[in-house]
């Protein structure tokens, strides 16, 4: 019996107050956390989906996280309260690539940090971390290497240009060509390829070659990164 009643003070008793200025210092590091993460996932991400309308969400997303933990810190019944209530609410964001659930989780991070105010832990690890993120976009754009890009190629002179000349000029200048997909009707031809070029001269050259094929022909390029 004794037990029980010490357990159900420990339930109802436990309020630790949660300090005035050090929560708005840690609301405050947490909105400036994530705007800078919100930043660099639009310069580094490669996400195909628009970043800086998904990166909005980056300071909302961290200070109610923390606001949660900095409230529910302080007391077990509030915790158990937010279990049962999580168990209610389903959250159902469309995460179309892992790149956007990393960040997510991410921002996440900073907000359970900071509102376990566990400052230099969450400061610490947001700097190796953010400095992981954008040595490793500068050496990726360092290699100078064109890759996963969509070529399509469109002539309205199918008699003059073929399938095998158009693959044989791209395959000279383009190290990887995969043929997706061929249309030919009367009086157009048309081909999609995923190429890998080593840089953009290269493809700038690729497009001359065929254009010398037939000055009629279309290219169309599409990069999920942008090009250029």
């Known amino acids: ?45 490669h996400s195909l989906s628009n970043r800086r309308l998904f990166s909005r969400n980056f300071m909302i997303l961290a200070m109610t996280t923390m606001v949660i933990i900095a409230i529910v ?85 199918p008699q003059a240009v073929s399938l095998q000349q158009v693959t044989t000029t791209i395959n000279r200048y383009c190290g990887k060509i995969d043929l997706k997909r061929f249309d030919e009707a009367e009086g157009i031809l048309e081909a999609s390829f995923v190429i890998d070029c080593a840089d953009f001269n290269r493809l700038d050259q690729a497009q001359l070659a065929l254009k010398g094929l037939d000055p009629s022909i279309r290219i169309t390029f599409l990069d999920s990164r942008g090009i250029g």
Do not use: C
């Open 1 to 45: 019996m004794d037990k029980l009643t010490t357990f159900q003070e420990f339930i109802t008793t436990q309020n630790v107050p949660i300090p005035g200025w050090g929560f708005v210092i840690n609301l405050v590091l947490a909105a400036v956390l994530a705007g800078i993460l919100g930043y660099v996932y639009q310069r580094y991400g």
């Open 73 to 157: 810190k302080s007391s077990l019944a509030l915790s158990l309260g937010l279990v049962g209530a999580l168990s209610i609410v389903r959250f159902r964001a469309a995460i179309k690539e892992p790149e956007e659930l990393a960040y997510l989780f991410l921002v996440i991070s900073i907000g359970l940090g900071l509102g376990a105010n566990q400052l230099w832990i969450t400061l610490v690890s947001f700097i190796i971390i953010v400095s992981v993120i954008i040595l490793s976009g500068r050496l990726a754009r360092r290699q100078k290497v064109v890759s996963s890009l969509f070529m399509t190629v469109v002539s309205h002179n």
